[in-house]
Each structure stands twice: as C-alpha cells, then as structure tokens.
C-alpha cells in the first residue's frame, strides 16, 4: 500500500484538486502592447493582474529583434508611450538597444515586473460559458482570468518560405528576427532572401565583412532617404529640462506624419513624393542595369515604404550580387534559381517578415461556441474597432485587425486601444457583469466602414500585392485614415455596441469576495454604478 494513501490531505487533493491561478485580467505578452496595458491598469488601480511572457525578459519584438542595424522607422520621440516620454534618445531614429532599453526601464519604473510570469507560453485560451471567465493553459500550467487581452502583436512569429530543397542546405539558416550573434559572417558567401524592412538594415551592415553577399529580391522597394542624425547631449538636456521643448517636438513630428496620411488616401499625392524615391535611386545607383532592376512598376505606398540613406548604396560594391530571378531550388551548398544559375552560398539570411495575416495566437483562442478565433474569421481578420470580437467575451486585442498603420507611430493607436479596454472594465465592474462583448451588427457595421474608406487608398490601388492584404484580397492589416479619427472612435466604449452578460448567481463566499474586490476597485477608479 503506497505510505500516503492514509493521509486525509492527499486524500482531498486526489478529490477536490487545487483549482489554478485566478486573475482578473490576464495579458499575453510584453512588447509595447502587454506593457502599457499592464501601466495603464496600474495608473487606474488595478492590480490584479498577470503578463504572460514566453522569453525571460520583457520587449517583444525589440527583444527579438536584434540584427545588425535594427532601429525604428519612425523617429524616437513619437516612438515611445506619451504617459512615459524620454528626452534622452541619442539618435533621431532610435536603434534597438534604446527601444529595449526604454522599454525595461518602463517595466521597472512602473513596477510591472512583479506581475510578469516569464517562461509561461500561452498554449491554449478558452472561454468557460458556465463559469464565466477564460482558462488559460501555458507552458507552467493552468490559470483561469475573467479577462484575457492579446498583445502578443503581429510582428512576433517569422515568415519562413518553403523553399524546395531547404531541408538538405548544409549550411548556416537564420532568420533576422532569430539572430545568432554566435555566427561569425566574415568572409563567408551568404545569400539575403527578401528586402523588405529587415533586410535593408541589416544589409548594409554586413557587407563590408562578407565574402560575397546574394541578395534574392522578388519585388523591388520603394525607398526615401532616412535623414537620421545623432541628438546632442545637449539637445537631450533640454528635452528633460526645457519645459514644453519635448512634447512640442513630439506634437510637431506627429503632426507632419498626420499629414501624410492625405498620400495613402489619395494615391496621386504619393506620385509627387515617388519623385524623391526615384531621386535618390538615380543618386545611389550611377548603373542603369542595376537601377532598373532596383526600380518598382508600382505606386510608391502601395507596398510598405522603406526608408534607408545606406541600403542602395551598399549594392554598389563588388561583393553584392542582386538577383531578380525566382529560387527554383535549394541544394547543399547553394541556390538554384529559375533560369539555371547556381549561386554557392555558406549562410542564408531569412528577412522575409513575419506571420501576418495569419496570427500563431489565433489558432489557440477558442470562444463562447467553441471556434478557434482563426476559424470565426475564416479567410479575413475583422474585429469592431480591431480590438473586441463577437463571440469572444472579455477578449481584447491589441494592435489587432486594421489597426497598423503606413505613416506614422502605431503607439498612438495602441493607447487608444487601451483606453477603450479601461473604459470596459470601468463599465463591466460599475454594474457587477460578467462579461461583454461586441454585437454582430456593430462589428459589421465597423468593418464595412474600414472597407469603404479602404478602398480608394493607395494599397488597393496601387498596382501591387502586398502583405497588407489577405487571402480574401482584403486589407486587413492598415487603418485607412488619420490616426486621430481612429482614437476619437475607439477611445469611447458605447454600451450600445455591446452585449452585456449578466453574472450568475455564484456560491455564497465567492460572490462575498467578488463583491469585495469590485467594491475596492471600483472605489479607486471612480466609477458609479
């Protein structure tokens, strides 16, 4: 007889086992999404609460992502939360190390790390209808939280391609998200498949140390002059100092990139700016052959804008090869392309994006009928306001369907997602429910009217295909319009948009404490039923 099967408290556990964890909201991941929420719930009282964090450090992609020459698209002082400014960015463009480092400091400033269960991967998300909340299974075991919020964001899975043969390839493979700085480039033959926003970066870093560099270009970028530039020491003196010089500076950046909003609306103002892109393609390539191959058969826009003042300068040199013709093959040693080339390579660099239109998370996320969130949205991701979906209670995304953006900072649309999630607790806790949310009709009805905004933008009409749209054909990926029309709408929760469900009468001492906590809360937010 095993020793413990007389002992009374193994007895218990084998009948009545220790239910899981329990939060009130509960995030999955820690990039700028997972973060802000988890500050903004702290500013407005609320501390219970968990972050989910796979890796052992917080960041996100700025974690991930640390190729060589990594840095932001939009300039540092609009690249940061507006409730957390730093004046001390050193560049105009902020280089990875700085974002991550910003965003560490964010985590300890505002004493987030307390809440962070790293190591934890969510594995499987599943709203429970009976007792009203989600079961979480993560790689450490199970939770149970009455809200759960996405904010593992779009840009955290790599796009590998399939390539024919890739599995027999002898030598190194990478992709510049997964970067192994424990690879030594020098003097190697390594071919680059993709040029998008990536491998613009990191292109021109490498090559001066390669043997050979072979870049694999299926469709050619436009790209416009970065214009980045170190700011002083003093410079960043009067930004910490100087009342009202940063977010003068801050207003006046988003201001400018507001305005260019007006080019993706109305694609012949972007025709007028694709004469910079052609100018400094003329400047950097004094080869015709080369620069015909480097030069796009599409409207500037319609495809992501890539901003570089090195990449095209870099192909110059005599190690750079650029091929345009399709990867038939890959062998041991080498690449085989459609018309029979052999090019012999030791590396290939992946900078072929990421898993865009079809989220890992979405498969894992099961709503109040039992679909996968994959399967609610078929060929076509759609969310009201992209943050709520019908059939999925108390579920929040963040930076979800139609909410990046082609001109400016997506931070500015993230916090106004995280107001609209507040202001849902707010609504949810003032009047005891369970849970809520969006009506078919309000989802639809905000769905087509991202279509019908969407559909004389230059990513529709453009003349290309991009990563924006989705099997269906659709945009799914972009906000058609300024960032300010989307903030006004999201950052109010219409309760009318909304369906509320009411809380089931529950054991006598669970509904004590339920009451309990929601009294304490809804005392510290202010919040009248």
Partial sequence: MPRHSCCPY???????????????????????????????????????????????????????NSYPGCACDVQSHLYSFSF??????????????????????????????????????VLAARWDDDQQHWHLETSEGPFTAEVFVSAAGALSD?????????????????????????YSLAGRKVAVIGTGASAIQFVPRIQPEVGKLVIFQRTPPWIIPRGDRPLSKR???????????????????????????????????LELV??????????????????ARLTPNYTLGCKRVLISDDYLASLNHENVALVTEKIREVREHSIVTADGTEHAVDA??????????????ARLI???????LAEAWGRTMTAHLGTTVSGFPNFFMLMGPNTGLGHSSVLLMLEGQLEHVLKALRYLEGRNLAAVEPTPEAQAEFVRYVDSRMSGTVWNQGGCASWYLD????????????????????????????????RRVRSASVGQERGRRVGNEVSRIGVSP
């Fill in 471 to 502: 099997a269906s054909g659709r945009n799914s990926a972009l906000w058609p319009g300024f960032i300010s029309s989307f903030k006004r709408r999201v950052e109010h929760f219409e309760p009318t948009e909304y369906v509320a469900i009411t």
């Fill in 84 to 121: 957390a400014p730093n004046p001390g960015w050193s560049r105009a463009y902020s280089p990875q190390a700085e974002i991550h480092a910003y965003l560490r400091d964010c985590a300890d400033r505002f004493g987030i790390r307390p809440h962070v269960r790293f190591g934890h991967t």
């Fill in 235 to 269: 410079m960043q003196w009067v930004y910490a100092h100087v009342p009202g010089v940063h977010r003068l500076t801050r207003w006046l950046i988003y201001a400018f990139r507001e305005l260019t909003a007006l080019g993706f609306m109305h694609p012949w103002i």
């Fill in 10 to 64: 193994h007895q218990e556990s084998r009948l009545s086992p220790r239910p899981p964890p329990h939060f009130h909201v509960a995030i999955a991941g820690s990039g700028f999404g997972g973060l802000g929420m988890a500050i903004r719930l702290k500013q407005e009282g609320h501390e219970d609460f968990v972050i989910f964090e796979r890796a052992q450090e917080v960041g996100g992609v700025w974690r991930d």
């Fill in 158 to 182: 790599p796009a590998i391609p399939k390539l024919p043969g890739i599995e027999t390839f002898q030598g190194k493979t990478m992709h510049s998200a997964r970067w192994d700085h424990g």
């Fill in 366 to 372: 099961r709503g109040r009928h039992g679909h996968t």
């Fill in 274 to 291: 694709q004469r910079l892109a052609v100018r400094h393609l003329e400047q950097s390539i004094p080869d015709p052959e080369l620069r």
């Fill in 348 to 361: 290939i660099i992946f900078g072929t994006g990421f898993q865009v239109q079809e989220l890992p998370i």
